[in-house]
């Protein structure tokens, strides 16, 4: 089954990995993961593969996130292999970040939550006009994870602020904007840009594929976006968006007073956290406190049942308004796991991930 969910190929001087759930848009499972480590462990040493390509398959994109359901009823039963899950996750996470060869992600489609952990570290991150980027966890009472904080701390201004937040797609143009990717390759010619890594070098096939991304929307929003996001709390933020002439901050809003209270607080902790904690692997380790945290929470269980179990998108938040989030929630989140922590960085490490 798990080569089923994993096809793993070699293609001249490429080695292919193709996330292979389409049904449920290529979702990720704990096997998934394992068997895309092996394979990178696998290529590493091995002459004949210069480059290393991941994709999805199917129309709609690479990878939709981690398998929710699985999380859902693990949550619900008080089991620790969603934990387990995330800690090999977090791992692939850093290990695509560091690869020695090229790892280029196609970023076609969908490409969200676990989606964006297993390209947006890539070395050549490929976008195009049909993908759709987010990391929409709040929505579901967690956290934006998968390195997700580390590179939304990155992105210029607030934006990282706001897309963590809202939880909003973006696409090829904005994603380029925000540092979630490189490239814009049309569609259309993935098949000869992919075609062309069998057998040439990463900047010889990119430099006859890369074309001009379609316009965003991002880049014109952030006079309102750099001012509403910079304050301290997520009450103060809603409150500038609200005071806010430009109408996309009151759908902003509007859309953040609908996620998650305790996630909203967190996630503005853990951005603000992640500027200040150096290499990827150090955040990888605070987000994976704060997803063992949020296996044991209420609006974890109720996001998932709200938005994909029962699909009545209403969730009954815990606490259900901001105000009655306190500091002894969130920093909850934050607290050390025991002996069961997830140690990636050398205690001296000041290294950051090569872009």
Sequence with gaps: MTEEHVVVRTEGRTGVVTLNRPKALNALTHDMVGTVAAALDRWEHDPEVATVVITGAGERGLCAGGDIRSIYE???????????????????????????????????????????????HGSVRIVTER??????????????????????????????????????????????????????VPADELPAFLAALRTEEVPEALGRHVREAPPGTLEADRAWIDHCYAADTVEEIVERLLASDAPAAGEAAKTILGRSPVALKVTLAALRRARELG???????????????????????????????????????????????????????????????????????PQEVPW
């Excluded at 560091?98 to 390209?119: E, N, T």
């Excluded at 980027?133 to 602020?161: N, R, S």
């Excluded at 704060?290 to 109720?302: F, G, H, Q, R, T």
Aim: glycine content about 12%.
């Design 74 to 120: 693990d949550a619900r039963a008080g089991g620790k292999a969603s934990a387990a899950f995330w800690r090999d996750e977090y791992r692939l996470n850093a290990r695509i970040a560091r690869y020695p060869k090229p790892y280029v992600a196609v970023m076609d489609g969908i490409v969200m939550g676990g989606g964006v952990g297993v390209s947006a």
């Design 131 to 184: 993908s759709k980027v987010a990391m929409p966890e709040t929505g579901i009472g967690f956290v934006p994870d998968v390195g997700g904080t580390y590179l939304l701390a990155l992105a210029p201004g607030e934006l990282g602020t706001h897309l963590a937040l809202t939880g909003a797609v973006v696409g090829a143009r904005d994603a380029l904007l925000c540092g979630l990717a490189d490239h814009f």
């Design 279 to 349: 290499p990827l692997e150090r955040v990888l380790e605070q987000e994976y406190r704060v997803s063992y945290a949020a296996l044991s929470s209420a609006d974890l269980v109720e996001g998932i049942r709200a938005q994909v179990i029962d699909k009545d998108r209403s969730p009954r938040w815990t606490p259900g308004t901001l105000v009655e989030v306190t500091e002894a929630d969130v920093a909850r989140y934050f607290a050390p796991t025991g002996d069961g922590e997830l140690v990636l960085a050398a205690a001296d490490s």
